[in-house]
């Protein structure tokens, strides 16, 4: 069975703080992805990043960074000098190729200005 | 246009009646999803387009949900006898590769 876990339901830091939201996934397959989408107010989900199982380099893009660990199966997200635009709720997503993703409870960001 | 639309945005409907939620994908995406999103928690999938042939419908909740795509491009969803637990986000996402790219939702509230 496919199942994503995302521990914290809302966090809220102070604009500038830098801030991890953590995920954590299971699966049996060797073959597998992992995405972060961003859900902002108006309601659209907007895809992040796209990591597959054999690739464990990390990743930086801007003021964005995922650390992606098969041995702690986890795959992180960590905000560098949060900006109130960085509000929303921050799914991460598992594809194991299959017919569906599975998505966690998502993550409720809110940057306090 | 350049992402995955959905129409209506928000619909309102009396609990019995019957609704259509329309999505139309990427231009040339083949395989096309809808997901049904309740309030605070995670989409979940409902079923699954490869072109105008459904192959996955194992999610959707009851005989009462029914989707199409006829032409293998514009997919309706279409949810007969609403009840009140049918309120919520109901999204499409077509793929390209390995990454879903979602429309905008349609918010379905059942009085």
């Known amino acids: 069975a496919q199942k994503v876990t995302q521990a914290q339901t809302e966090i809220s830091v102070v604009e500038k703080e830098d801030v991890t939201l953590d995920c954590v996934y299971e699966?049996?397959?060797?073959?597998?992805?992992l995405f972060w989408y961003k859900q902002p107010p108006s309601g659209e989900l907007v895809f992040l990043i796209r990591?597959?199982?054999?690739?464990?380099q990390n990743e930086i893009s801007g003021r964005y960074s995922w650390n992606f660990q098969k041995s702690t199966s986890s795959f992180n997200f960590t905000i560098t000098a949060s900006q109130v635009v960085d509000s929303a709720v921050y799914f991460c997503?598992?594809?194991?190729?299959?017919?569906?993703?599975?998505f966690g409870t998502g993550t409720s960001l809110t940057v306090i200005p | 246009g350049a992402g995955v639309s959905q129409s209506p945005r928000y619909k309102v409907a009396k609990r019995g009646q019957d609704v259509a939620l329309r999505c139309d994908p990427i231009?040339?995406?083949?395989?096309l999803f809808w997901y049904q999103q309740a309030l605070g928690q995670g989409p979940e999938f409902l079923t699954y387009?490869?072109?105008?042939?459904?192959?996955?419908k194992s999610g959707l909740p009851s005989d009462r949900f029914f989707a199409e795509r006829p032409e293998g491009s514009v997919s309706t969803l279409k949810i007969q006898r609403t009840q009140q637990e049918d309120s919520a986000v109901y999204l499409c996402?077509?793929?390209?590769?390995?990454?879903?790219?979602f429309g905008p939702g349609t918010r379905l509230l059942v009085l």
């Open positions: 997503a598992l594809w194991n190729t299959g017919n569906q993703f599975y």
């Open positions: 996402a077509s793929r390209r590769s390995e990454t879903q790219y």
């Open positions: 699966t049996r397959d060797t073959t597998y992805y």
């Open positions: 990591r597959n199982s054999f690739d464990e």
């Open positions: 387009f490869q072109n105008e042939a459904q192959l996955d």
């Open positions: 231009s040339g995406h083949v395989s």
